[in-house]
């Protein structure tokens, strides 16, 4: 039988040390930490082969005294608690007092440390957990730490290291993810004698932000700013389209602490949702600041997970502020055109465009075939001629997903029954303000509904919008729109789709339902066809009425309005092919892949020939802000400056 006994101190150090130190980054990141809690306003970061044959951090922090020294490398010493009490409301990065110990005890440590009342510092030398040498010495204020040999007396754990570059980018992450959780310090990192960054310590988020991630990166980037619940969150996300590939551009933290938090990544994903494409994912530097006492960061030897006293309040901060910033921007993509570089107007302390503050939302904007509208005559794929004539009387085309003023002309169903006018669609039409058109036609915008009653926050007025005007299509697909001293390119289908699910998604939509005179039946595939029956509930809020035809057929009844009796069985099989793949134990999820089947059948069609008066319309929601991205994230519009062009004809 196996006797039970003690460790040896020393095997039980090397142990503990594997809690704290994996390699070479993790000692970077205690080291930093400790030079935060000192009030550094100043860090270098040096390594040399990776971290494996030095890490050297100097910092200009309040220094160790002589007679503490020797004891911060000590298990458990800290200055940082001193009862069980202050555990419950850390407000330090560093309260275990096992980083110097565990450090020292797989490597050969260097101390260099001075303080503010002494006139010479001290030197310390620490091999394998053991002080070699201490004496006096001259050096300024603040802390050097240089750990020389890492592993050098565990080659178990030498070996599982990486190559030297590997571990390298490693510690530049973790110095990148330093910088910008505290910008009021100075951080510069040098790998092999050539420095890599440099931030300014300025106390903006947004030039470390800058200096961290690059231009390219901090462009893309908006301003987040919100709080409620007790707590905080401001910092910055990318904008929709130019979300990235991978979770890497994605940095939380809490009370100024790195974390890796599935809440707060949740609730940034979540307020994408219908903004971005599929398979892309928003890049931020989010800081959440709650009370110390909220928040247990004591859960994870390295520290870099919490746990939250109330995570649905984290996650509702995290959300409405990035929500916000989204729903409030009214930039645009630039056209990338070769050997031009965009216009950004950016400086070493500034990550974003200014906002276009000429853009305004369209408050009240309706543009969705509805009952309340009736089609423009001729509008469908090769309907229309070159030259727009005046519209014949009002007559409804099967590809017709715009709808006017007028009633619908009677339709041939068996049973129709158009949904009663609300209240809100009778009233007089408000007054408009014209803006300017190359076609002489009048394109006006609507009057702001009445406030709700919660009478939220007073908005400060919108500046004029600067008029645009209509120059065409090209390709039967893009709408031209001049604008200043830039044109825009709006994709007519992506800016109708956009509109359409907005629509849809409005809590008091209700669809113009055709009750069919000959049921449409079709054989979907069987999980198709089982998909369908169990959502027919869901079916039925957007204008479907199906049911069982037989064993393994659908009949369908009645449909929206806007769909010919010749696409509901496409429609149909789209929509249950969305839900399979997007699972069908959400409703919410269920209904949005329903309004993005829906949203996209009723939206008009690149090479579709349109009238002036529709791709006004179309250029009207993107000009006004109240369309600015398609339901899977890609943009609506883009911008070609003048200054870009000029360029491309050697002008500028």
């Given at each position: ?64 005294p002589a007679d503490q020294a020797a004891t911060a490398f000590l298990r458990h010493a800290t200055s940082k608690i001193s009862d069980e009490h202050d555990l419950e409301a850390i407000g330090t990065l560093g309260f275990r007092g096992e980083a110097l110990a565990a450090i020292s005890a797989v490597s050969r440590v260097e101390l260099l440390t ?358 065409g299509e090209l390709f039967r697909t893009y709408v031209m729109v001049e604008q200043g001293d830039k044109v825009l390119l709006i994709d007519k289908h992506a800016a109708h789709e956009r509109a359409n699910f907005d629509r849809l998604k409005a809590a008091d939509y209700r669809p113009m339902v055709q009750e069919l005179l000959t049921p449409v ?132």
């Amino acid at each position: 039988m196996a006797i039970i006994k003690q460790l040896d101190p020393h095997v039980a150090d090397l142990i503990a040390a594997g809690e704290v130190v994996e390699r070479p980054s993790s000692v970077v990141k205690e080291l930093m930490e400790n030079a935060i809690d000192a009030g550094a306003s100043a860090v270098t970061v040096e390594i040399s082969r990776g971290g494996m044959a030095l890490i050297r951090v100097t910092d200009d922090g309040c220094g160790i005294p002589a007679d503490q020294a020797a004891t911060a490398f000590l298990r458990h010493a800290t200055s940082k608690i001193s009862d069980e009490h202050d555990l419950e409301a850390i407000g330090t990065l560093g309260f275990r007092g096992e980083a110097l110990a565990a450090i020292s005890a797989v490597s050969r440590v260097e101390l260099l440390t001075c303080t503010d009342d002494g006139s010479l510092g001290t030197s310390l030398s620490v091999v394998a957990g053991e002080v070699v040498s201490q004496e006096e010495a001259g050096c300024p204020k603040g802390t050097t730490m240089a750990v020389r040999e890492l592993f050098f007396n565990t080659p178990a754990r030498l070996k599982f290291m990486k190559k030297d570059a590997a571990e390298g980018a490693a510690v530049f992450a973790v110095v990148q993810r330093v910088a910008l959780s505290h910008p009021e310090l100075s951080v510069k990192f040098i790998r092999d004698g050539k420095q890599e960054l440099l931030t300014p310590g300025d106390g903006q988020l947004k030039s470390a932000v800058y200096a961290v991630m690059g231009r390219d990166i901090a462009l893309g980037f908006l301003s987040v700013k919100g709080s409620g619940e007790g707590m905080s969150a401001e910092g910055f996300a990318s904008l929709p389209a130019c979300c990235r590939g991978s979770r890497s551009y994605q940095h939380f933290f809490v009370n100024g602490r790195y974390v890796k938090s599935r809440i707060m990544m949740a609730a940034v994903e979540e307020a994408y949702k219908n903004q971005k494409m599929v398979g892309k994912f928003p890049g931020c530097v989010i800081h959440l600041t709650v009370k110390p006492s909220e928040v247990d960061v004591n859960v994870h030897p390295t520290k870099t997970e919490v746990k939250f006293q109330r995570e649905q309040a984290v996650f509702s901060t995290v959300y409405h502020a990035v929500l916000s910033a989204l729903n409030k921007d009214h930039t645009r993509p630039q056209a990338v055109m070769p050997g031009v570089k965009a216009e950004d107007k950016v400086t070493a302390n500034q990550t974003s465009l200014p906002l276009n503050d000429r853009a305004r939302e369209l408050n009240g904007t309706q543009f969705m075939p509805s009952s309340r509208f009736k089609p423009m005559p001729g509008f469908g794929p090769g309907k229309q001629p070159e030259s727009p004539a005046p519209p014949p009387a009002p007559q409804r085309k099967k590809d017709s997903p715009f709808q006017w003023v007028e009633p619908l002309p009677e339709k041939k169903t068996e049973a129709p029954a158009p949904a009663p006018a609300r209240e809100e669609e009778t009233a007089a039409p408000a007054k408009r303000t014209p803006v300017q058109t190359e076609h002489s036609v009048s394109v006006q915008k609507e009057a702001p509904r009445p406030e709700p009653e919660e009478k939220p926050a007073p908005q400060p007025p919108a500046p004029e919008e600067e008029p645009w005007v209509v120059r065409g299509e090209l390709f039967r697909t893009y709408v031209m729109v001049e604008q200043g001293d830039k044109v825009l390119l709006i994709d007519k289908h992506a800016a109708h789709e956009r509109a359409n699910f907005d629509r849809l998604k409005a809590a008091d939509y209700r669809p113009m339902v055709q009750e069919l005179l000959t049921p449409v039946t079709f054989s979907p595939p069987p999980e198709e066809l089982e998909i369908l029956l169990d959502q027919t509930g869901l079916l039925a809020q957007f204008g479907f009425e199906v049911e069982e035809f037989g064993s393994n057929a659908l009949a369908v009844r009645s449909a929206p309005d806007y769909l010919d009796a010749g696409d509901i069985e496409s429609a149909l099989g789209e929509l249950a092919r969305r839900l399979k793949l997007a699972g069908t134990a959400d409703p919410a999820s269920a209904r949005d892949e329903l309004m993005h089947t829906m949203a996209c059948k009723a939206a008009i069609k690149g090479g579709w020939r349109n009238r002036a008066e529709e791709l006004e319309e179309v250029a009207r929601m993107v000009m006004s802000g109240a369309v600015k991205y398609c339901p899977h994230g890609r943009p609506v519009a883009i911008e070609l400056t003048k200054k870009q062009l000029e360029k491309q004809f050697k002008r500028g």
